[in-house]
């Protein structure tokens, strides 16, 4: 494909392009094989992020040292680690403390599972995430949505008041699986999974997950007895969103909210005990010592998992769910603030760190824990330097667990309970839900799926209804892409959006259509219908226009000679693609009218040559009617249409 | 935004852009209200092909003419309806019913309903096709995959050969069913639903059913009794495609194969009838009489229809696989020929059409029909002129049943079995297998699952699979959108890929990238890991091109100082795409470079522009970074840095 380059011509072109044109071949696509191909397509969906990059052209001896930090981070920031860094890590860890032990036994409890398991789980996860994780603001441990997920899950087919040991058993089991589809998504390279949980998405399913979770406390703390979902919903609803603002607003003075839960639990633990308030009616915390569960450390708990059984399905099914939420939210955190300080997570690691944190947390009596919204943010603002503020608060928290826990016998539930209410408030994010609304209509629709969905219907179909509707608009776009109509804009050699740009104008003609998307089986007889109505268009037009130009202008030239696609954005054929092109040479031929393609990118090159050794028919990319810019094509065949005039 | 438009800087610029530029503005998108975008988004979405355009303007007595002809097609044709066309019809409509009255018999037999059904299938709904279809070369009757489909998917609850009269009403009710779905698909202009059938996923699933249908027959061709397909498969495929490869000339020849089944038929009754062959044990068609299936025309059936009952279920699934599949022959076969012979067929009317035609069928003892492929091959290659060629064949049809269907006791099995077999063999598209195999290797994959799950499987599943890893194949592509980075052809405003154009060079200091797909939650993360690493190799590049040098250049020029995005083919942006926006500059800025944008489209512009007006931050569309072509952006911004190197 050679496009006759003659300059003669074209200087008669000037109202169309100012300065001279002179035409560049399409060349053809760089061979490479199949195999090739296969390759470098598998490289950008498992490894966009290039994690060897580092290891390209070091010396072997070197490279065992990257891996080992590639491994265990802890190796890359710990050997320059200052006295200064310790400091800051020390307070930020301490500050971070303070939030996770109430939090940690009230999410407990909102899991359905002994509070101290609660404890339990921000002591040994957070010394697993500071060796393996690659994040320096991450604060590890239990968080709300998973523990209420959790709960709520196993609750479905186990009581945890009957039954609150093989409650625990399922607890722990389903914080294994969870790990496992965790540590396996990261290892398999099949992070991109998490993204199809859009922003829109979790922003409705944390709204409508703090709406229940605050129902249910609301329950305890209002006293309501008889109290279900629906009827309780309306009422509460408007009284929690009127709390909602000012719960927004305190995340800035964090201070506050890093001091307020514990100074609440001491002080009205003082109270109960100075008062004897538990034998006047208060209801206390009560640490339920289940099982191997007792004062001190966390007891081994691997013999408590189930590998088998009738509740195989279930913990399987919950840490399925529990795990892609919990990692979610880990991984948000993580992005979050690398991005805020400009240092780069490997998604894909992150995932196996908290992956393999939960798998063993699973058999030291932890549940699922992952990186913690609130708690990292104020662990950012206090100043964490490294992953040394988890240890931090992980020896604090050891120290309650040996010293402290007989003091929180006088803890009254109520205060867990506003405790849980207020940290799950913070979830509802009304400005994101604006913000969506005003940017993307549609987003906004995905929200309120989710919201409600996770209302009243169940988390898992909630999520599952969003993900779809999100996904289902994807292949809408793909179904019915746009195709453009490009005019020139005069004196210039630009082609834009006639529809957009006013200043454009259409050249008499020729039909310019730039396919804005992949042309494949689910877009081909779109794309087909669409370009006739675009011709349909051209000619009504022309025709009207030439009526009110008296027959000034002839026919013969104003009338449609060239339909010209612009093929810049389409970035992929298939086979059925193939074929519309082949369809339109057809249809285009029986009017009289040419198609010409601009552009055209390596791969579609490639094919339409191999349908064309294939099947003999009307050959598509002929020389002249292939060209690398439309202003060199319009300049090239304009001439030819005045050519034809002539004779 | 308006940028700065400076003409002595660029006349530096000679190296990179010949002919001077001046800047042009992007245009603010025209102003358009929400509820004008939803009218046009869906105007796009269900009526692609515009069908209301011939109405515009036209006065309302010519409107109420457009719409019932609209309406009953044969008001069009049916006026200058010549005497000429009536004699080729006449051919032609002969010719197809030579073929019909086998076929319809054989064709029942498959459907494991009374061949006499087949037969009244293919008097009625012709009819009804004549007056409402708007194809002109469509054979209307039984065909081979529909009636494949029906007789297994209703055989695995009811057995033919047990309780007949059941499994014919159940036949009939699955006719209203698929009816039923063909005509609302049609009605609520979903007819693109058919267009994910992609090409590879209907040439797999016609070879599998092939195969299971001649397996079938061939059990009772070669009177193999005991015979599970896994078993005979093997073998006997081999076999098969042998003899396919001739199977697929003969339609070439086609008055052979519109001569051919009559005559075997009329032969083979002959030599029976002569010989009383029937007596000495050759197995001949038993046209039974269950119900009320008597000699004559079609009786009325709608009292057989089942609308409850247990197998309520079962009909409408049945209906529902049916009705699309012979949808999507019937639809192909009127698009095919439609392209031929250059005539618009409106799909979603069509479907209607179809969907009509088979719900009064269903109630006048006819089961599915539709277009037939091979007939209606027949049929324009006899020369078909308009839909009277089936009201011909209806007519013979009807006079068969009258007359010539005691003759039928006396057709040998075999030659029915025989003729199913040369007829679904032709079903088996090994050139086209071979073209997908050339031209694009995942569609060939799909087609083997949609092969391998029909034989192995089951029909629905096989479908499923198919259907199903095409659109995975199509969520991949946007999730992993191509970036091409772009490089300037010497001497020319040209920017193409610099990985194809070997004569294109990369700009200094800038990093130019075409990103090819609507932004979305799917693939915000990529990208940005995806342009990071541009920068990375970037960086690399020019460091060690540095070295090389001897450091001639100073590395400020070469370091990178713009990242220049081709937004041209964004179609479209969600909320995570904005948020993609904001952390890439964000990101950039710590590196200390810029974000520019070019030629966004309306949507993108709008939606960044409420993204900013919402949260105060770094502006993304800052005048001097947001530019209408490449070239320009790059002439501007080159003079920007020279200035900055002076200082």
Same mark, same amino acid.
């Given at each position: 494909?050679?496009?006759?380059?003659?300059?003669?011509?074209?200087?008669?072109?000037?109202?169309?392009?100012?300065? *001279?044109?002179?035409?560049?071949?399409?060349?053809?696509?760089?061979?490479?094989?199949?195999?090739?191909?296969?390759?470098?397509?598998?490289?950008?969906?498992?490894?966009?992020?290039?994690?060897?990059?580092?290891?390209?052209?070091?010396?072997?001896?070197?490279?065992?040292?990257?891996?080992?930090?590639?491994?265990?981070?802890?190796?890359?920031?710990?050997?320059?680690?200052?006295?200064?860094?310790?400091?800051?890590?020390?307070?930020?860890?301490?500050?971070?403390a303070?939030?996770?032990i109430?939090?940690?036994?009230?999410?407990?409890?909102?899991?359905?599972?002994?509070?101290?398991?609660?404890?339990?789980?921000?002591f040994?996860?957070?010394?697993?995430?500071?060796?393996?994780?690659? *994040?320096?603001?991450?604060?590890?441990?239990?968080?709300?949505?998973?523990?209420?997920?959790?709960?709520?899950?196993?609750?479905?087919?186990?009581?945890?008041?009957?039954?609150?040991?093989?409650?625990?058993?399922?607890?722990?089991?389903?914080?294994?699986?969870?790990?496992?589809?965790?540590?396996?998504?990261?290892?398999?390279?099949?992070?991109?999974?998490?993204?199809?949980?859009?922003?829109?998405?979790?922003?409705?399913?944390?709204?409508?997950?703090?709406?229940?979770?605050?129902?249910?406390?609301?329950?305890?703390?209002?006293?309501?007895?008889?109290?279900?979902?629906?009827?309780?919903?309306?009422?509460?609803?408007?009284?929690?969103?009127?709390?909602?603002?000012?719960?927004?607003?305190?995340?800035?003075?964090?201070?506050?909210?890093?001091?307020?839960?514990?100074?609440?639990?001491?002080?009205?633990?003082?109270?109960?005990?100075?008062?004897?308030?538990?034998?006047?009616?208060?209801?206390?915390?009560?640490?339920?010592?289940?099982?191997?569960?007792?004062?001190?450390l966390?007891?081994?708990?691997? +013999?408590?998992?189930?590998?088998?059984?009738?509740?195989?399905?279930?913990?399987?099914?919950?840490?399925?769910?529990?795990?892609?939420?919990?990692?979610?939210?880990?991984?948000?955190?993580?992005?979050?603030?690398?991005?805020?300080?400009?240092?780069?997570?490997?998604? +894909?690691?992150?995932?196996?760190? %908290?992956?393999?944190?939960?798998?063993?947390?699973?058999?030291?009596?932890?549940?699922?824990?992952?990186?913690?919204?609130?708690?990292?943010?104020?662990?950012?603002?206090?100043?964490?330097?490294?992953?040394?503020?988890?240890?931090?608060?992980s020896v604090t928290v050891m120290v309650t667990l040996l010293l402290l826990m007989?003091?929180?016998?006088?803890?009254?539930?109520?205060?867990?309970?506003?405790?849980?209410?207020?940290?799950?408030?913070?979830?509802?994010?009304?400005?994101?839900?604006?913000?969506?609304?005003? %940017?993307?209509?549609?987003?906004?629709?995905?929200?309120?799926?989710?919201?409600?969905?996770?209302?009243?219907?169940? @988390?898992?179909?909630?999520?599952?209804?969003?993900?779809?509707?999100?996904?289902?608009?994807?292949?809408?776009?793909?179904?019915?892409?746009?195709?453009?109509?490009?005019?020139?804009?005069?004196?210039?050699?630009?082609?834009?959006?006639?529809?957009?740009?006013?200043?454009? @104008?259409?050249?008499?003609?020729?039909?310019?259509?730039?396919?804005?998307?992949?042309?494949?089986?689910?877009?081909?007889?779109?794309?087909?219908?669409? %370009?006739?109505?675009?011709?349909?268009?051209?000619?009504?037009?022309?025709?009207?226009?030439?009526?009110?130009?008296?027959?000034?202008?002839?026919?013969?030239?104003?009338?449609?000679?060239? @339909?010209?696609?612009?093929?810049?954005?389409?970035?992929?054929?298939?086979?059925?693609?193939?074929?519309?092109?082949?369809?339109?040479?057809?249809?285009?031929?029986?009017?009289?009218?040419?198609?010409?393609?601009?552009?055209?990118?390596?791969? @579609?090159?490639?094919?339409?040559?191999?349908?064309?050794?294939?099947?003999?028919?009307?050959?598509?990319?002929?020389?002249?009617?292939?060209?690398?810019?439309?202003?060199?094509?319009?300049?090239?065949?304009?001439?030819?249409?005045?050519?034809?005039?002539?004779?």
């Amino acid at each position: 494909m050679d496009p006759i380059n003659n300059g003669e011509e074209e200087t008669s072109k000037k109202e169309i392009s100012r300065c *001279s044109i002179d035409v560049h071949k399409v060349a053809p696509p760089p061979q490479r094989s199949s195999f090739e191909k296969l390759k470098s397509r598998l490289k950008e969906t498992f490894f966009p992020d290039d994690p060897l990059r580092q290891f390209k052209g070091q010396p072997s001896k070197r490279k065992w040292i990257l891996a080992a930090q590639y491994a265990f981070p802890i190796l890359q920031w710990g050997p320059n680690y200052s006295l200064s860094h310790f400091k800051s890590d020390v307070v930020s860890g301490l500050t971070i403390a303070s939030l996770a032990i109430p939090q940690g036994i009230s999410y407990a409890k909102l899991a359905n599972l002994p509070p101290i398991v609660g404890l339990y789980s921000s002591f040994v996860p957070p010394l697993v995430y500071a060796v393996l994780g690659s *994040s320096r603001d991450v604060a590890v441990g239990p968080v709300s949505i998973a523990s209420l997920i959790l709960g709520s899950m196993l609750s479905q087919q186990v009581s945890p008041a009957k039954d609150p040991l093989l409650f625990l058993q399922l607890g722990f089991s389903s914080t294994f699986f969870a790990g496992l589809t965790q540590a396996s998504l990261g290892f398999l390279r099949l992070g991109f999974i998490i993204d199809y949980l859009s922003e829109a998405t979790l922003v409705g399913f944390m709204a409508g997950a703090a709406i229940i979770v605050s129902l249910q406390q609301l329950k305890s703390l209002l006293g309501i007895t008889h109290f279900t979902k629906q009827m309780g919903i309306l009422p509460v609803l408007s009284s929690v969103f009127h709390r909602t603002t000012e719960s927004m607003k305190r995340p800035k003075l964090f201070w506050v909210s890093a001091g307020m839960p514990l100074a609440s639990v001491i002080l009205s633990t003082i109270i109960v005990f100075a008062l004897k308030a538990q034998n006047h009616g208060i209801d206390v915390v009560r640490i339920l010592y289940i099982g191997k569960l007792e004062e001190g450390l966390n007891p081994p708990s691997w +013999n408590m998992l189930h590998f088998r059984g009738e509740y195989l399905g279930l913990v399987i099914k919950t840490g399925l769910v529990t795990g892609i939420i919990s990692l979610t939210e880990g991984i948000a955190v993580g992005r979050t603030f690398a991005a805020l300080k400009s240092y780069r997570v490997d998604g +894909n690691k992150e995932m196996m760190a %908290i992956g393999i944190m939960n798998i063993i947390g699973s058999s030291t009596s932890c549940y699922v824990t992952t990186g913690s919204f609130s708690r990292s943010a104020v662990n950012h603002n206090a100043g964490a330097k490294t992953a040394v503020s988890n240890v931090v608060m992980s020896v604090t928290v050891m120290v309650t667990l040996l010293l402290l826990m007989p003091l929180f016998r006088f803890t009254p539930n109520v205060v867990l309970g506003a405790i849980i209410v207020t940290a799950v408030l913070g979830l509802i994010d009304l400005p994101a839900a604006r913000r969506i609304w005003r %940017i993307d209509k549609f987003d906004f629709l995905v929200m309120l799926a989710s919201f409600f969905g996770v209302i009243f219907v169940s @988390v898992q179909l909630g999520l599952a209804i969003a993900v779809g509707m999100s996904i289902f608009r994807m292949l809408l776009q793909m179904t019915r892409p746009t195709t453009m109509v490009l005019g020139n804009i005069p004196g210039t050699n630009l082609y834009t959006n006639l529809h957009h740009y006013k200043d454009a @104008v259409s050249v008499p003609g020729f039909l310019i259509l730039s396919i804005q998307a992949p042309i494949n089986f689910a877009n081909a007889n779109y794309l087909k219908e669409r %370009i006739m109505r675009w011709m349909a268009d051209y000619e009504a037009d022309h025709i009207t226009h030439h009526h009110q130009l008296q027959g000034i202008k002839q026919h013969s030239t104003t009338s449609l000679h060239y @339909v010209i696609l612009d093929m810049s954005c389409v970035s992929a054929l298939d086979t059925t693609g193939v074929t519309l092109f082949k369809d339109l040479k057809k249809a285009l031929e029986c009017k009289g009218v040419e198609l010409v393609l601009v552009n055209p990118i390596g791969e @579609v090159i490639e094919k339409l040559e191999r349908a064309e050794s294939e099947a003999a028919g009307s050959i598509i990319l002929r020389a002249d009617l292939v060209y690398l810019t439309t202003a060199e094509a319009v300049a090239q065949l304009s001439s030819a249409i005045n050519l034809k005039m002539m004779m």
